[in-house]
């Protein structure tokens, strides 16, 4: 499985994004999708994930209210809705895949994608 983000770029404080990541590999719909993010000078930390029927959706507490994760198996994308974004959520994103149960753990990921910036000017 092939990832590609995109979607990242410069917003002021409360505006919205909306982040895809179109997969490659004909098995997309048996993976469950993850959104991870990494600042500078930090560790990568979970954001988001789905899993593969897309029936199950886990959050950061950091996020929880304000994203939505999604996904349309017939486009091989799956999608991170961020509204009423933050400075602390400045960050390069990533998307990954992995098959089986949707996990918070980034190690526990096989695939993931180039990474998309997201800077949340105050």
């Known amino acids: 499985v092939q990832l590609q983000a995109s979607g990242g770029g410069l917003v002021q404080a409360g505006g919205s994004l909306r982040l895809s990541c179109a997969a490659s590999?004909?098995?997309?719909?048996?993976?469950?999708m993850g959104w991870f993010r990494q600042a500078p000078g930090k560790e990568r930390e979970f954001v988001a994930a789905?899993?593969?029927?897309?029936?199950?959706?886990f959050y950061a507490d950091s996020v929880k209210g304000r994203f939505t994760i999604s996904r349309d198996n017939a486009k091989n994308t799956n999608y991170l809705q961020m509204n009423s974004l933050k400075p602390e959520d400045t960050a390069v994103y990533y998307c990954s895949a992995r098959r089986g149960t949707v996990v918070a753990a980034p190690g526990q990921y096989d695939y993931w994608g180039q990474g998309t910036q997201v800077t949340v000017s105050s």
């Open positions: 789905i899993s593969w029927s897309g029936g199950s959706r």
């Open positions: 590999g004909r098995t997309f719909s048996s993976y469950a």
